[in-house]
């Protein structure tokens, strides 16, 4: 069954906090940062850049062209001090009492978010979750590309998801090996899990990005980010009922 466009919408918040994460574990997987920055970005520097830049994209198109760390800190709710030494990595030069030019401040967060370095990666399991996850179009904006998904389920396989062709998952190891790719994103029930990530870790993936309810096991060579959703709505809840 199709998710209706309100399960969308019920995603479309959590998924901006999913981009962070994923650019987490891309950067984590390629190492890139020490490379190709003179300073190395913590991974709680790396969680708040997607913030920044989704922030900053907005005061673009509502035509703001300079724009100060303290600025940025009191509309994200953040800590003045926290947001200089983020964009100080970034290596952009600012202008005092006046701040930063907005354009090259998004530029410099850009390639410090590796905007420029295209990640493909396939899905496995195309349920309800997978389906959202496969026509979200914000990934892209990230680098990632989700060219592919697998699934077991014969009424699934063959068909087209978002324009992406769901392949049975016994074509998940030439796929991968062929494409070359090596970022998994897995989203299947806890008890096929780990069955699941061993058969993508035999197929050369390197990176995976777990959706399942339940912790998996890897190599020590294969890095793993976590997602819970119950988690997720167990805190907001708690949030929501403390606030009234």
């Not at 062929?178 to 390197?206: F, H």
């Not at 339940?214 to 997602?227: A, F, G, L, S």
Request: aromatic residues 8%; contains cysteine.
């Amino acid at each position: 069954m199709e998710l209706v466009d309100s399960s969308f919408a019920f995603l479309a918040g959590y998924l901006l906090n999913l981009k962070s994460n994923f650019l987490n574990l891309s950067i984590n997987k390629m190492k890139c940062k020490e490379k190709s920055c003179n300073k190395a970005v913590s991974e709680a520097a790396l969680r708040r850049f997607p913030f920044y830049h989704h922030f900053l994209k907005q005061l673009e198109d509502e035509g703001v062209q300079e724009i100060s760390s303290a600025q940025i800190a009191k509309c994200l709710g953040f800590n003045t001090i926290q947001v200089r030494k983020d964009i100080e990595v970034t290596d952009i030069k600012g202008t005092p009492k006046r701040g930063y030019n907005l354009k090259s401040l998004i530029l410099h967060i850009e390639k410090i978010l590796g905007f420029y370095i295209k990640n493909e990666a396939v899905l496995v399991g195309a349920g309800h979750l997978g389906y959202a996850l496969l026509g979200y179009q914000g990934f892209k904006e990230y680098g990632l590309d989700i060219i592919a998904a697998f699934d077991d389920n014969s009424d699934k396989v063959n068909t087209v998801m978002h324009d992406r062709k769901v392949f049975p998952i016994e074509e998940l190891k030439d796929f991968v090996k062929k494409n070359r790719i090596k970022i998994g994103i897995l989203t299947v029930p806890a008890e096929a899990a780990q069955s699941l990530t061993d058969r993508m870790v035999a197929s050369g993936i390197k990176a995976i990005w777990n959706f399942a309810p339940t912790k998996i096991n890897v190599p020590e060579d294969v890095i793993v980010q976590h997602e819970n959703l119950a988690s997720s709505l167990a805190v907001l809840s708690q949030k929501l009922r403390r606030d009234n």
